[in-house]
């Protein structure tokens, strides 16, 4: 019983961090170039039209709604089954994501690295 | 040039966020957490505005993998620093991010194309950093990924 709560709990965290890594990188797409953007007006209109940008702003939120899913889980699991599970699923899901939402190209060279990664983090944080 | 520049930037912002983590490893000493804290959080930021610095002109599924070699690094600090003993396992985790890592880096860092029917598996992509049109950070290059073949950054 308390397994099915732990693992419900790292899907929650896998999902609003995926929802939020792809909303931040939307948001910066529609920013645009930070560094060309601060050398063409200022540090301050880059800082406005991040923190101005919607998406920019419900990313975090689902960035905080999956730090809160994390304390959760760690509540019912051990860390050694919530980090490595929860950090490397993120990479996956990530990987579909923005295969998905951001229409990136996610070629075969990229499914690679994020397999490699995922399990390497997975061994890592185990 | 630019993934050079983006690569010293994310190890930058990797070896602060490694240092978080320390903290948070020394976290027991509660007597001293509340500096520690307030550093941490400084570095967290500035860790996140590199990360979206890094995110507004490469792809997300090329920032991530970049950002996992913060664990690799947070392994090698415990090693060296803290003199922890690190297992032949996580040694093959390192291994196997830093494999990633090299395998996302020697790509095209953006898809050019939003409706991405680019031509799949060009093993010795080039590395060319496409020229922006910094307003909507948009690609002008129709296909960047047609120049010379095997060019290093």
């Given at each position: ?5 732990t693992w419900s709990a790292i899907l929650a965290i896998v999902f609003a961090s995926v929802i939020g ?21 200022g540090l301050g209109t880059v800082i406005r039209r991040t923190l101005g940008n919607p998406n920019f ?70 | ?132 049109d910094s307003a909507q950070g948009k690609l002008l290059a129709k296909d960047a990924r047609n120049g ?6």
């Open positions: 019983m308390k397994g099915i709560y890594d792809v909303l931040l990188a939307r948001a910066m797409k529609q920013v645009g170039d930070v560094g060309a953007l601060r050398r063409r007006s702003l419900f990313g975090v939120a689902a960035m905080a709604v999956a730090f809160f899913s994390l304390l959760f889980a760690l509540s019912w699991g051990d860390v050694s089954l919530v980090a490595p599970a929860a950090a490397s699923l993120t990479f996956i899901g990530n990987a579909v994501a923005a295969r998905i939402f951001l229409h990136e190209r996610v070629d075969r060279r990229r499914w690679i690295a994020a397999g490699l990664v995922a399990a390497g983090v997975a061994l890592l944080a185990g | 040039m630019f993934a050079a520049a983006g690569d010293s930037m994310l190890s930058h912002g990797m070896k602060q966020t490694g240092s978080i983590s320390l903290n948070h490893l020394q976290g027991v000493i509660y007597a001293v957490l509340n500096p520690w804290v307030a550093i941490g959080i400084l570095l967290l930021l500035a860790f996140f505005s590199t990360y979206m610095t890094a995110l507004s002109w490469a792809d997300l599924t090329y920032v991530l993998p970049a950002t996992s070699l913060g664990y690799v690094m947070l392994a090698l600090v415990a090693r060296f620093v803290l003199h922890e003993h690190v297992s032949p396992l996580r040694w093959l985790g390192i291994a196997l991010i830093t494999g990633g890592v090299g395998f996302v880096a020697g790509g095209p860092e953006l898809t050019k194309h939003p409706h991405g029917d680019a031509p799949v598996g060009n093993p010795c992509a080039v590395t060319a950093s496409p020229p922006f010379a073949p095997g060019v290093e950054v």
